[in-house]
């Protein structure tokens, strides 16, 4: 995020990711149990959160929780890097520190978590004492609104476009997990950052045969033959219509695809 929108928080987008509720029917009485109106998050992410003060930052835990996050606490450094590729997203929590001395440390540490992405929450008397390398790291004045912190942190993994130990699928199981595809096999339902997406019996078939693929290639006439049960393909476009239509649920899109890439003269695959 650049330094100035860090500055001017009021410009950044509130997020919008909030928990899981059971919608009421009408006529329903309220329920005196807050429980109950609760459901189950369909999907989780992970977070790793180092600080050396964690009970300062309570909030922020609550938040990522309640969003659907899942958060694993840690008051040193080298645990958080040490753990850091079972992550989807690392923070590190600077806002007990005043000088910009007490973070130079910070720089190597980011690099250390190699391929994970990471926010640094910083107060805001840290903030102009940074450099221009710390200015150019994911930052987040702490404390935030509400719900600004799951704005943030789906954000930041979704650019990062990694599949991390904790996003990646999770084959011969129910649910399996891809990024941020759950697939609930048992009640053949798929759902995208908690919410469901309607696929027709033949859509879920074709995302359930790539999926067990775990990236490998499958031709037009594989799926024709597993999905359709059939081997004639002849001029029929079946296939593709179907994956287009996938694609269009999924929202994803031919060029530089999220979930079904496309092998051109052969078929498709899952993307990276």
Not at 141 to 157: D, K, L, S, T
Request: net charge negative; aromatic share 6%.
């Amino acid at each position: 995020m650049p330094a100035e929108e860090v500055k001017s928080r009021e410009d950044v987008q509130t997020g919008t990711a909030t928990p899981f509720r059971r919608p009421e029917e009408d006529g329903d009485t309220p329920s005196l149990d807050p429980l109950e109106s609760w459901e189950m998050c369909p999907v989780t992410q992970r977070v790793i959160l180092v600080s050396p003060f964690p009970s300062g930052i309570h909030e922020l835990v609550r938040d990522l929780s309640e969003g659907c996050f899942d958060v694993l606490v840690f008051h040193h450094w080298e645990q958080g890097i040490r753990n850091a590729q079972t992550a989807d997203l690392l923070i590190f929590d600077l806002t007990p520190f005043k000088d910009s001395e007490e973070v130079t440390s910070m720089k190597s540490l980011v690099q250390e978590a190699g391929s994970v992405p990471s926010l640094l929450l910083v107060n805001e008397t840290l903030l102009p004492k940074l450099d221009q390398g710390m200015m150019n790291q994911e930052l987040l004045v702490w404390p935030a609104r509400p719900g600004e912190i799951n704005y943030h942190a789906q954000r930041i993994i979704r650019s990062g476009g990694r599949q991390t130990p904790a996003s990646r699928l999770l084959t011969g199981t129910s649910p399996a997990i891809f990024k941020d595809l759950w697939i609930d096999r048992k009640k053949m339902a798929v759902y995208r950052s908690g919410a469901k997406i309607g696929l027709t019996k033949t859509e879920y078939e074709l995302l359930v045969k790539l999926l067990e693929r775990e990236g490998s290639v499958l031709s037009r006439e594989e799926l024709l033959a597993e999905v359709w049960g059939t081997s004639f393909l002849g001029g029929s476009n079946i296939v593709d219509v179907h994956i287009k239509s996938l694609r269009k649920k999924l929202g994803d899109r031919a060029v530089n695809s999220v979930y079904i890439a496309t092998v051109r003269g052969v078929g498709y695959r899952l993307a990276d």
